[in-house]
């Protein structure tokens, strides 16, 4: 009866390793589901303050992005420390916006044209003129649903 | 029959390692969406009509260059500021049986604040040096005394709160009947209790 051999007695089975794809796959289908791909690359440092009483963006289809925030540190040597509008991936002036906004919106479908909010993912670290520069542009182009982008997060810890 | 017993099984020993690359893949390449934040509705740019405002009716909120708040003449802590708000937009300082009474308010009826939700104006100031950060804070507290009042206003007459009715409504699996219902609920909270935010433009001091 030699057909099973039998195992010397201390000899360890291997873990099996079967399963490891399955729990990568698994890990992955994650990732893909709850993250979305990056649509341009942040220039501009962009710490978003805290608030509470927010409100999802729930479209991502009728939403425009407008980053303000300092240069991060490899363009900081060309373009200073002073916050700047980044639109799409470049740096912009406040003139700029909207010719954006209108270019941005002129893509969109007719149906949505009328219900785009814009987004300001501002950091924390901005100052308010530039922030009231953008809204007089925004109302110029009568783009009016602004959303601040905000962390969830106590609101009293923005004044730190 | 033997020659197919003798196929080699394929090697699947490094699918684990192909599954950690598209992983890696998608871990650099996507970011976790932060899309939520304040909701504001800018006034349109052609607005200038003159429109009086008793001074009783009007809530001053500044914020100076070093970011500091002073709200009606009176500097303020920011954790007070949504408390200040409250009593300002609930006073309901007109007494029954006048003409712009307000019923639902539970406010002291000072006659300093507002005269009733409707007519009550909160202006917010902001000079060019103000933080964001400082910003965002006031909008939210001011936010906050919107919600509270209006979800107490809501737990009162229908026994759910206003943040719930609208997430409610948003949901997109409510019957159509139940939708309309709720819509209507919504906008009789929204007409008691107005959301009059003005922005009054940057100034430099």
């Known amino acids: ?160 | 029959m033997s020659r197919f017993r003798q196929l080699p099984e394929v090697n699947a020993g490094s699918m684990a390692d192909i599954a950690f690359l598209l992983l890696i893949f998608f871990l650099v390449t996507a970011a976790i969406p932060t899309d939520e934040g304040l909701l504001r509705i800018s006034p349109p740019e052609e607005n200038r009509s003159k429109v009086e405002i008793r001074d009783r009716n009007l809530f001053e909120v500044n914020l100076n260059p070093s970011g500091e708040l002073m709200v009606e003449q009176e500097i303020l802590k920011f954790s007070e500021l949504r408390e200040a708000a409250v009593s300002f937009i609930d006073n309901g300082g007109i007494s029954a049986g006048n003409l712009g009474h307000c019923a639902y308010c539970s406010g002291s009826g000072d006659p300093q604040l507002s005269e009733n939700p409707q007519k009550a104006i909160i202006a917010l100031q902001v000079s060019r040096e103000t933080g964001y950060s400082k910003y965002v804070t006031v909008q939210n507290e001011l936010q906050a005394a919107y919600n509270e009042l209006r979800n107490n206003a809501s737990t009162r007459l229908y026994g759910i709160s206003f943040q719930a009715m609208k997430t409610e409504y948003s949901n997109s699996n409510a019957t159509p009947e139940r939708k309309q219902d709720l819509q209507q609920k919504i906008k009789k909270i929204q007409e008691m209790y107005p959301q009059k935010l003005l922005e009054i433009s940057t100034t430099n001091f």
């Open chain 1, 1 to 160: 009866m030699a057909k099973f051999a039998k195992k010397k007695d201390g000899d360890l089975p291997a873990v099996s390793t079967a399963s490891l794809p399955d729990i990568v796959f698994m890990l992955l289908f994650f990732f893909m589901t709850v993250t979305t791909m990056k649509d341009s690359s942040l220039l501009v440092q962009n710490t978003l303050p805290n608030a509470t009483e927010i409100k999802k963006l729930e479209k991502k289809d009728r939403v425009i992005y407008i980053y303000v925030g300092k240069p991060t540190r490899e363009y900081q040597s060309v373009y200073g420390t002073e916050p700047k509008i980044q639109l799409n991936d470049k740096f912009a002036s406040v003139e700029e916006i909207g010719s954006y906004i209108l270019a941005e919106r002129a893509k969109k479908p007719q149906e949505l044209q009328n219900v785009l909010t814009t987004a300001l993912k501002v950091d924390k670290n901005a100052n308010m003129g530039l922030i009231s520069d953008i809204k007089q542009e925004l109302r110029k182009v009568n783009a009016l649903k602004v959303n601040y982008t905000t962390y969830e997060g106590n609101a009293f810890n923005n004044l730190q």
